[in-house]
Nanobody, 121 residues
């Protein structure tokens, strides 16, 4: 099973990007999808999750109000909309899928390869 992230790139501070997480072998609607990022020299951290039940979303305070996760089941794709980006958001972003997950743990079954986001000041 392969998750494929796309949409990364270079953006100025205050700008926006939308990342995509797509899959071809699983139905993402049956999975909780977590988004994570890892900056150079730092540990990986979660930036949001959408539950497999009722599409409830969760965000840490560091991105709440700026990042939004949504699904397009017709495209079997989950999006991470990132607004008001800051240089501190610079990182490689990953999506991960947990079947029937509720965003309560860190037991993801599948991971993507990551997409790089660079926010310039």
């Amino acid at each position: 099973v392969q998750l494929v992230e796309s949409g990364g790139g270079l953006v100025q501070s205050g700008g926006s990007l939308r990342l995509s997480c797509a899959a071809s072998e699983i139905v993402l609607d049956y999975y909780a999808i977590g988004w994570f990022r890892q900056a150079p020299g730092k540990e990986r951290m979660g930036v949001g999750c959408i539950s497999s039940q009722d599409d409830i979303t969760y965000y840490p305070d560091s991105v709440k109000g700026r990042f939004t996760i949504s699904r397009d089941n017709t495209k079997n794709t989950v999006y991470l909309q990132m607004d008001s980006l800051k240089p501190d958001d610079t990182a490689v972003y990953y999506c991960a899928a947990e079947q029937w997950g509720l965003c309560g743990g860190n037991t993801y079954d599948h991971w993507g390869q990551g997409t790089r986001v660079t926010v310039s000041s």
